[in-house]
């Protein structure tokens, strides 16, 4: 009897690898990435462990001493470690088939690039909420989102401050933020459309984003972008809209005069909704790629990097992030307006 030979594994674009990621982000599980994107769950699991560990998806050589723990037994600890919350190491334990020492367990978790953190709040959506989101998903499943101008907030910085560290066993924890050096954090604002991105605006050191500030950058960001996109405040301009979310300074009385005067038309946003945002996966991209960094920055240094992803972000990518978002309103539809995570656990129980 004749053995078939094992079929060679096509490759997986690094752009469906991307999107991958930003659907992880979103919460997603990895039965339904796999079931949107044609891939196998065992791919989509390691794609998102390239992620955490290297913070790229292409794939890379393995360096350093090998494991002690072959590949089916790594991938049963990563998919035991997507099914729910673990708590401990010995939890994990319980949960697998082969026989392993908690400390085998910690170093794999450590491998992974698992961190034992402490747990933060998580905010619910109220019913109200949940039928505003529905409400639109509803209205806009069918739109194309061609013409509409997605902006937001995000805060970067080089490092996550922790209370431990791991470190060999003959050398010291050492603060290394004790120096009297300043090392970066940036607030900055974007846009994205189907049709090209906005330039980055940096918000200076020790401001915020006031009412005030926030229609300064509508005019020194937004305005000279929908204008060379769109042909804003010409007879030629064509239709676009503009997004944003709820926050305080969108949303005051100043700002919508604004509007009003310089002719927005204003794309509706539900509230508690980053999900239905398809910059949040651009600004995760741009915070992995950017914690590839192996030095510390300080605040110039970080922002002239932060320049530099956003102006090499391919703008094929950012269209498929666009049309992504449709998918989602279609699972926020399923989820009778709720979060995908939320409904993603109460599923598991």
């Not at 009897?1 to 594994?9: D, G, R, V, Y």
């Not at 930003?22 to 791919?43: P, T, W």
């Not at 913070?55 to 590949?71: A, F, I, L």
């Not at 310089?262 to 741009?286: G, R, Y």
Request: include cysteine; hydrophobic fraction near 35%.
């Amino acid at each position: 009897m004749e053995i078939e030979e094992p079929k060679q594994q096509q490759s997986i674009p690094v752009e469906i690898r991307w999107q991958v990621i930003g659907g992880h982000r979103l919460n997603a599980s990895n039965k339904e990435l796999a079931k949107e994107f044609q891939i196998s769950e065992s791919s989509i699991s390691r794609i998102i462990t390239k992620w955490r560990v290297n913070g790229e998806v292409k794939n890379y050589s393995k360096s350093g001493r090998p494991s002690t723990v072959n590949e089916d037994k790594m991938e049963e600890i990563i998919v035991a470690m997507s099914e729910g919350e673990v708590t401990s190491a010995n939890i994990l334990r319980s949960k697998l088939s082969f026989e392993c020492s908690r400390q085998m367990i910690t170093r794999i978790l450590h491998e992974l690039d698992y961190e034992f953190k402490k747990k933060q709040k998580v905010v619910y959506l109220t019913d109200i909420s949940k039928s505003k989101r529905l409400k639109h998903c509803k209205e806009y499943l069918n739109n194309n989102l061609d013409g509409i101008v997605f902006t937001d907030e995000s805060y970067f910085r080089e490092f996550n401050y922790t209370e431990y560290c791991w470190t060999s066993s003959n050398e010291v924890a050492k603060n290394e933020f004790q120096s009297k050096d300043k090392f970066g954090s940036v607030m900055l604002f974007g846009a994205i459309s189907k049709e090209g991105k906005s330039k980055l605006w940096i918000l200076p050191e020790k401001s915020q984003i006031t009412a005030e500030v926030y229609q300064t950058i509508l005019s020194d960001v937004i305005v000279p972008f929908v204008r060379k996109i769109y042909g804003y405040g010409t007879r030629r301009e064509k239709q676009w809209y503009f997004q944003q979310d709820n926050a305080a300074a969108h949303c005051a009385k100043s700002t919508k005069q604004w509007f009003d005067e310089n002719k927005f038309n204003l794309f509706p946003h539900p509230p508690c909704s980053p999900d239905l945002n398809p910059i949040e996966m651009v600004w995760a991209i741009m915070k992995h790629k950017l914690s590839l960094g192996n030095n510390r920055l300080k605040r110039e240094d970080l922002i002239q990097k932060l320049h530099q992803i956003w102006d090499e972000l391919d703008q094929q990518l950012i269209v498929q992030m666009i049309d992504h978002t449709k998918k989602i309103y279609q699972e926020v539809i399923s989820n009778h307006g709720d979060y995908v995570k939320k409904i993603k656990n109460n599923e598991s129980q």
